[in-house]
């Protein structure tokens, strides 16, 4: 609710983030039916069911599951992890780029991230099984460091600080443990900078002591 109302003052306004409402709908939805039918911790369940696996997309052409997948999750946690970070994230993101500007960031660096992926493990592990919206939320979170840099790093209550911090942190976390899908993460995070870069027109202009924004819509 705070995100909300700042939003509504920042532009006078009510905002509605329903792009960001309906990929979380989506997101959550997908887990509960998948849970009401099996178990979204069990491989050859959530297989069955549209995760990522390279060999299967590549030698019996299922190239669905490079979409499928980054709407999974393996287990509540994995779950909430991703959508703590496109609630936080994504509405503010929305905001500033544009309702179809952010779907399109969600989806390229969603489909971008297995695609890098699909291209690694098919050189490391054809047999690995991949799930989760981490390199579409990175995607988002690489789109939001380069507009929080063409605002000279600040952005209502949010800094490039601390967003790097929690870049740094969730990479070394990544690297530092296993089951992780750091392809997915680094290639998210580089393709929704270079949206980020793409897609953003808005700017900063000073009106007495409180800093204005604009912000471009698609």
Known sequence: MRIYRESY????????PFVTWILLAANILYFIWLEIGGSTNNSYYMIAHGTMVPALVVETGEY??????FFMHFGFRHL?????????????LEKYLGHWRFAVVYLLTGLGANAVSLVYY???????NCA?????VFGIVGAMLWILLRHRGRLADLTSRQLILMI????????????????????????????GILFYRGGTKIVGKKPVYRSGSW
Do not use: I, K
């Open 122 to 128: 098919l050189l490391t592990n054809p047999f690995v």
């Open 132 to 136: 989760g919206a981490s390199g579409a």
């Open 9 to 16: 003052n920042m532009y006078g306004q009510g905002f509605r």
């Open 80 to 92: 909430f992890n991703n959508m703590l970070l496109l609630w936080y994230l994504g509405m503010r």
């Open 64 to 69: 669905y599951r490079l979409f499928t997948s």
């Open 168 to 195: 740094l942190f969730t990479l070394y976390n990544g690297f530092s443990s296993s089951g992780v899908n750091n392809s997915a993460h680094l290639a998210g995070l580089a393709l929704g900078f270079l949206l």
